[in-house]
């Protein structure tokens, strides 16, 4: 197919003939799913936060909009 049409590569197509012409539109690609038997497990050094590092300091633009107010 000519490049000049606007056809991306890698990707498929479908031709149809409407009435005199010819028509190609893109298939809908195939929703990608998430495969969580490649995730399980991979993690598992890591370990919980204590709740004193939880802790933050209030931002600067936070305080002075309570202050304001």
């Known amino acids: ?3 000049a049409l606007g056809i991306e590569p890698d990707r498929e ?4 003939m409407d009435d ?4 190609i539109e893109p298939m809908e690609k195939p ?3 998430f495969n969580i038997a490649k995730v ?3 993690a598992s050094t890591l370990r ?3 709740p004193e590092s939880r802790l933050f300091e209030p931002r600067p633009s936070t305080n002075e909009e309570i202050k304001r107010n």
């Not at 197509?13 to 149809?16: D, G, N, P, R």
């Not at 005199?20 to 028509?23: C, E, G, Q």
Request: charged letters at 25%; glycine letters at 4%; proline letters at 5%.
């Open 31 to 33: 929703k990608r799913k």
């Open 48 to 50: 919980y936060i204590a």
């Open 40 to 42: 399980a497990g991979s």
């Open 20 to 23: 005199d012409r010819i028509v």
């Open 1 to 3: 197919m000519p490049a």
């Open 13 to 16: 197509w479908t031709v149809v």
